[in-house]
């Protein structure tokens, strides 16, 4: 069909329509496509529900507490009885710190303490002297003292007797001060001779509890320093997870409350739990709060330094007036939701309070029902017009 | 006074909207060529507006977290909270890598941020924002990631749990939005096999590992899988604040490069972008200069070919004003229809574009004008060819 051909007024009509119909189309795309289009918003409401906030953290597997086995001074290590894995009893002997010369100087001790033992035997053998002395001293005093007195004998001689006596009485007493003298002797060489045992027994390291020895640190010939570990040792029934909760998030977590453990050896089972002990001095350069979770009931096997997740339950809030936390926004400076009001976006203020991963609690500045937007295609801005669809694919 | 012009477009219509449908397509191509321009620099400032701070701090005499690499220590931010003026603080760390996804790599920007700081992303098309302090993500929907996908970043394996559209870096890599700590240990915390070696090398330096001293070695070596750095510190301050007198303050008494966010829009695109910019803007005048000439040539040619009908038209005795007019109304025409067919196009085919292509109206409006001046004067030398055509060709003189 030629246009030509046609009369002029359905051509010209004809070329209207067309016309039209293209500029219907560009309109059609300017405002759909283009610039002057209003920005896709997602709409949802404000609900009531019940919030059941959780605060997360990690951290790994430690032992409530960590022994470390070592000697108290300078040696080399002479034998090491227990090795990594190995269950330990309280008291039980790990290993042994070289004596050097603590053998022979024992033995000098006991030495000492017998020579001592022998010194007592000859000081008491000396007050017997003495006092057998004293016994004849004072007998002839006695006879010379009655002989003087009847004239017989000369007063001098009474008078020496006399002083024989009190020499003999003077050195029994001094037999007798030398024997318990050599007495304390040999308490002194006893009580040496049982200091260096006590030494002796210092370098030999016992186990402190019953547990199971983590790590052997050091083998036979080493040289350690006083401090230094030779094992580690732990308690496996004692075993929890020192998580680190962003101090920011860490509000209304108390002891008692039940947790999920998830070891990243096993990602896909989360293990129950229960909060420990909050410990009292947090981390001031990653600002973390330090939560040890007990497992509850404690595995079977667990081990040390493993990475774990911990997610504690919170108290929750019920019935609450609650949005997805996807629609809160910052708008200058203030937190608030975006509404739709006549088509075009205005900011409203909010404040939010219990926060879950999916919903915030609102605790003032919107209603039951009202209308909000979750998503939007563009950042919004106060006055922008938007129309409503649906932006998250099904 | 018949119009010489609609009968003239009426008799020839299919090929008249043809060649207009012709010179449409070369003027959309120079279109989305300028669109391209735009694009790229939008894409420049998209984040700076999207972070929407006042004040960046850097680490002293370099161009920002962008243009050159910053490393500030993570607790500045406690000073510079102090400041008067100050609202907010955040501290952002970014990091440029491939990432794969089911088995398509692709590179993105990951952006480490606190949330409720600033940092982070502004809205959402889908899904929540990071809600735990480790292990998840948000990202942008040009990643191709959808919400609940796992995606691997050095050691660790993150959830998606939002989706963001038009987050992009500066050269337009796509972002994806990490708690600050994790991006902090994907920047410095290096792989196994490279700890192990810095642990051996440690080990064996006589000077830390000695015999006497059991606990140096465990504590470097700590330091050394530690890191409390970050790129930048963003600052957001009360309404009303002088942003360029803080900035000099924090430069002169902290020590540490402050930018406004003027200066940081500068840097990216005076500096960063300045090369691409300059090539792309050269190609784009260059274009425009031959859609010129082919839109001239074309309308010059449409009327020569014209000169049998112009010739018989002369010989009836048509006035030189009348055939003028039919030329130049028939030049002006296809001029609009070009522009409107170039504009629907571009605006159709711009999503389709790997990067972004941003189509302004302004552009537009001037693509307009110079169309319609160049159909005009292409069509004053039609006319002019025109009006020296003799009335005898017409009889085959």
Redesign the interface.
Known sequence: MKLVALKPGKRTLLLALGALGFIAAFVWLLTTRGPLAPVGVEIARVTRTDLSPAVYGIGTVEARRAYAVGPTQAGRLLQVWVDQGDRVRAGQLLAEIDPVDLLQRGEAAASAAARARQTAQAAQAQVAEAASRVRLAQANHARYQALAKQGFVAQEMADSRRNEAAAAEAALAAARANASGAQRDISRAEAESRGIQQVSNNLKLLSPIDGVVTAREAEPGTTVVAGQAVLRLVDPGQLWVRARVDQARAQGVTVGQVADIVLRSAPGTAMPGKVARIELQSDAVTEERIIDVAFDPPPAQLYLAELAEVTIRLPGARNVLAVPRAALAQFKGQTGVWQVVDGRARFQPVQPGVQTAEQVQIVSGLSAGDNLVVYSARQLDDGVRVSEQRLTPQ | MINLAGRDI??H?KSYLLTGLGLGLLIGVTLTMAGVYRGMVDDAKVLL??VDADIWVVQQNTLGPFAEPSSVPD?LYRALAGLAGV??TGNVSYLTMQVSHQGKSQRVMVAGYEP?KPGGP????????I?????EAVADAKTGL??GDRVRIRRNDYTVV?LT??MVSSGGDPMLFIPL?DAQEAQFLKDNDAIVEDRQRLAANPAINR??Q?GVLDAVQAIQTSS?KVNAVLL?L??GTDARALATTIARWQRFTAYTRADMEDILIAKLIATAARQIGLFLMILAVVSAAIVAFIIYTMTLGKIKEIAVLKLIGTRDRTIAAMIMQEALGLGIIGF?VG??AA??WA?AFPKYVL???GDAGRAFVLTLVVCALASLLAIRAALKIDPAEAIGG
Request: net charge positive; hydrophobic share 35%; aromatic share 10%.
């Open positions: 009426a008799h219509l507006r999207a607790d609202a907010q409720g502004s809205f959402l098309v889908a899904g929540r924002p809600a735990r302090a480790h292990y959808e919400v939002g559209r038009r700590k015999p006497g059991p409390h957001r009360h309404p409107f504009k629907f605006t159709l999503p189509l302004e109206t």
